[in-house]
């Protein structure tokens, strides 16, 4: 892919640029196979079951478009009120203009002039820190445009601001940004007073009336709320969840747990008549929406299909291993953050007796430690899903076959 702010040197983010396309899906299928080699060589269950076998199979890889296929921009925004900059900041500290990344589809591309206009329009200035340590000095209100695309062409714009100053001037433009920006459906503002590289604060102000963005993925619309997860690679999103649900329903647990389940993507898309799903997830934002979309699906033609699939915040270990649970699920999906799901959840698995785990993971290098930390949980199928094209992350999806 050819791109005018990395071969200006403005803009590192593509790590791969220079290589082509199916050699970066062939180096990463080699390096995940690397990092799995150690695990993936363990005899298999010698029983009958559609896993049974020798080894681990890897599936060929699921392929993404080379550009466009990121549904979400995080735009840092620096210069002035007049003439607003959105993109990153340079090593100096200087804004990168990034509105024409390639890594965006159109309909995202064409949401920042607008949002730039109104940037001018309701007077936001931009955020910046002037000097180092305890003689930092911070102006201006508006430090990111988080906006979000969904599969029907709808965006989800969060202003991320220091504080609540620029609130009443946002309401008061608002109409005219709908205006010019007739795809936007859900618009709030997240609260970051803090000085830190963090992205986002904990203070979330809904703007309009909406305050959830249906993404909708095969026969499942699931609701985005402002501050919850969603996978930025809607296409290969989708390949993933059917890949989860054709392994699930090869397997026919009649219990099923989604642990680390966001807005639900796996549980629903897991969903069968006549099996038990329990979706466990941190947020419980995250879960208003799942459950929501879980009634919704259940009050239209999925009610066998969605009756017994039920969500709950929390920790995910802390469910796992609490005294809470007393009956085990036939199946355990686990979806964690780049971490991974640590010790105590791998410990606990392996001593579960549970028969069947699908691990997905966006860190094969958490992952081979995991699973090296649950030996009896051995390794039987194995898919990498490009999600994030340009750069060396990957997606994979390793279903897991007691011993
Ligand atoms: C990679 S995302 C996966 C979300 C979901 N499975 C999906 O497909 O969209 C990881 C999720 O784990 C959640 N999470 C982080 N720490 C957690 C914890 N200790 N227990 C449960 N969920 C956690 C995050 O909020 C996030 O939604």
């Not at 200006?8 to 899906?25: F, K, M, W």
Request: proline share 6%.
């Amino acid at each position: 892919m050819q791109c005018p702010h990395y071969d200006a040197g403005r803009c590192h983010s593509c790590t791969l640029l220079e290589i082509d396309y199916p050699t970066q899906v062939l180096d990463k299928e080699r390096h995940v196979a690397t990092l799995l080699e150690p695990v993936s060589t363990r005899p298999t269950s010698a029983r009958t079951g559609p896993t049974a076998g020798a080894g681990l199979t890897w599936l060929p890889a699921v392929s993404s478009r080379e550009s466009g296929f990121r549904n979400k921009a995080k735009m840092v925004v620096s210069g002035t009120v007049a003439e607003p900059v959105l993109g990153i900041l340079d090593r100096g500290g200087h804004g990168v203009d990034l509105t024409d990344c390639g890594l965006y589809p159109p309909a995202l591309q064409a949401s920042f002039a607008p949002l730039a206009a109104f940037v001018t329009r309701a007077a936001l200035e931009p955020y910046q820190v002037a000097g180092r340590g305890r003689r930092a000095q911070q102006r201006g209100e508006l430090k990111y445009l988080l906006v979000t695309l969904s599969p029907d062409g709808e965006l989800m714009v969060r202003f991320v601001l220091r504080s609540q100053e620029a609130i009443a001037r946002i309401r008061k433009h608002l109409d005219w940004l709908r205006a010019e920006l007739p795809a936007l459906a859900v618009a709030s503002a997240n609260i970051q007073p803090a000085h830190a590289a963090v992205l986002e604060g904990d203070l979330e102000i809904p703007l309009t009336e909406r305050t959830t963005l249906p993404m909708r993925i095969d026969d499942i619309s699931l609701d985005l709320r402002p501050q919850s997860f969603f996978q930025t690679n809607t296409a290969v999103a989708t390949e993933l969840y059917r890949q989860a649900r054709t392994w699930v329903d090869e397997v026919g647990p009649s219990t099923l747990w989604d642990l680390y389940c966001g807005v639900g993507g796996f549980a629903l898309h897991c969903a069968a008549a006549g099996r038990a799903v329990t979706g466990i997830e941190i947020s419980a934002e995250a879960i208003a929406a799942a459950s929501g979309t879980a009634d919704r699906l259940r009050a239209g033609d999925g009610a066998d299909r969605f009756r017994d699939v039920t969500f709950a915040a929390g920790d995910a270990t802390a469910f796992a291993v609490g005294p809470g649970t007393s009956e085990l699920p036939e199946m355990v999906i686990v979806n964690p953050p780049r971490r991974g799901i640590g010790t105590d959840l791998a410990q606990w698995l392996e001593a579960s007796g549970i028969e069947h785990v699908l691990y997905s993971s966006c860190n094969a290098v958490t992952l081979a430690r995991d699973l090296a930390a649950m030996p009896s949980l051995r390794p039987v199928r194995g898919r990498l899903l490009d999600m994030f094209p340009q750069t060396s992350h990957y997606e994979v999806l390793v279903l897991l076959e007691r011993a």
